[in-house]
């Protein structure tokens, strides 16, 4: 009889283990208009992270994919591409991507079979890019039906891409595993899905992005061991053709995370602080809108609706991370604590 009593004890305590361990009940949300802040994570620990700020309310929500999906989000999450109704978030070093609904972070679809994705340029409800750090190849995929589709061959890696007319420009950021020197924007023909042209610029091109007028803006920043001075460059979108070439006056500064205002007419990069410029200046600005302050900041986001700027900090790239709310005129609104290296923001409205 008592050996009968200390099974039941011992079956259960089990049983309540057992009921400790399960997950909790999935949440729904229904997301107002807001930002997406992608977590990277450290590297291979699998503990990236999805946060999101509504913007009105002041509403923070952490852990937002693993609190509706029930599955973490990965090994470095590296970007994030919102279209239509969709979200997608890049997962690097897990070479997948996830395709998640705007309003209520469900997951609706996943692209895998990728080595090293970094981000994806979407061109129609048939075909999206998807850049490569490892692979020398862009992947060729469809948003809709989250398929595989074919590969452009370039020989090189492969970073942040735009879209003007029928040309993708893609930035050839690392040289890692390529023999090539990376000073180049590549372009490719989205009608052929072929590597056209690479039209040289500075030592690496760490950011590019798209203006009013077809022109766009490539950030260098001279290389990892201050090779050359870090360069700005404005070319014409319809032809390649370089514009102007702006080059920074301190061979160890190091700008990077281009960026441009919902109109498409302003600028905003970071040199330790954040400058802006307009897309019609001749120089580079001498004074940043935004000081440090003691904070270092690692990645930044310009709202397209009122050009707010913000700016993460990876503190030690070990615990949570924080983003800082800025007015266009610099001054700080809102300060949050996030997941582990905040890296990415994609706007939701």
Known sequence: MKKLIVLLIGLLFIFQACKKDELPEQQEYDLAKGVFIINQGTFNSANASLSYFETDSKKLINNLFMGVNKIPLGDVAQSITLWEDKAFIVINNSGVVYCINRKNAQITGKISGLAS????????SQK????????????????????????????????????????????????????????????????????????????????????????????????????EFPTLWKLNGLNGEVLHTFT????????????????????????KGVYSMSVSDESLPEDPIIVPGGKFFYTMGIDPQNSDIYLSDALDYTQNGLVYRYDVSGTLSDSLEVGIIPGAFGFNY
């Open 248 to 271: 920074f006056d301190v061979l160890q500064s190091n700008p990077s995370g281009i960026k441009i205002n919902g109109l498409g007419d302003q600028l905003f990069f970071m040199n």
């Open 117 to 124: 994705p970094r981000n994806m340029l979407i061109l129609n």
């Open 128 to 227: 999206a890019y998807i850049s490569d750090l490892y692979d020398h190849y862009i992947s060729i995929v469809n948003p809709t039906t989250f398929e595989l589709t074919g590969t452009i061959e370039l020989n090189r890696s492969s970073e942040e891409m735009v879209l003007i007319g029928t040309k993708a420009y893609v930035a050839n950021y690392s040289a890692y595993s390529q023999d090539l020197k990376n000073d180049v924007v590549l372009v490719v023909d989205t009608e052929t899905d072929k590597l056209v042209d690479t039209i040289k610029v500075g030592i690496e091109p760490n950011s590019i992005v798209a203006d009013k007028d077809n022109n766009f803006w490539v950030l260098c920043s001279g290389g990892y061991l201050n090779e």
